[in-house]
């Protein structure tokens, strides 16, 4: 059993950044050995994959709409993960939830939201124009 728990989300302008971070509890191997990820759901969307890690050997993957803005990364020493996020744009608002999943990889590409196991109650990022 995973409980992941976000924080970090708020509100700001186009153009600033935010850093998002999700505690893991409950899990005794810590953060190794899970593919975690963030993703986020705007009104009326999908949810749909921002970025992931795998903790045990620290592969990310980006979705091509935060590639070059947005930075995965883990400090396994406080079973935390995070999600810098720079030049936010207004159609990066939405709810990010962090996900995990035991497992030995990701995979190939960017994981689906179904393919996640646990997840935390989200944090709302809302940027204006």
């Known amino acids: 059993q995973v409980q992941l728990v976000e924080s970090g989300g708020g509100s700001v302008q186009a153009g600033g950044s935010l850093r998002l971070s999700c505690v893991a509890f409950?899990?005794?191997?810590?953060?190794?050995?899970?593919?975690m990820g963030w993703f986020r759901q705007a009104p009326g969307k999908e949810r749909e994959g921002v970025a992931a890690?795998?903790?045990?050997?620290?592969?990310?993957y980006y979705a091509d709409s935060v590639k070059g803005r947005f930075t995965i990364s883990q400090d396994n020493a406080k079973n935390t993960l995070y999600l810098q996020m720079n030049s936010l744009k207004p159609e990066d608002t939405g709810m990010y939830y962090c996900?995990?999943?035991?497992?030995?990889?990701?995979?190939?590409?960017?994981?689906?939201?179904?393919?996640?196991?646990?997840w935390g109650k989200g944090t709302l990022v809302t940027i204006s124009s």
């Open positions: 996900a995990a999943r035991i497992t030995s990889s990701c995979g190939t590409t960017l994981p689906q939201y179904y393919g996640m196991d646990y």
């Open positions: 890690i795998y903790t045990g050997g620290g592969s990310t």
């Open positions: 409950g899990y005794a191997s810590a953060i190794n050995y899970l593919c």
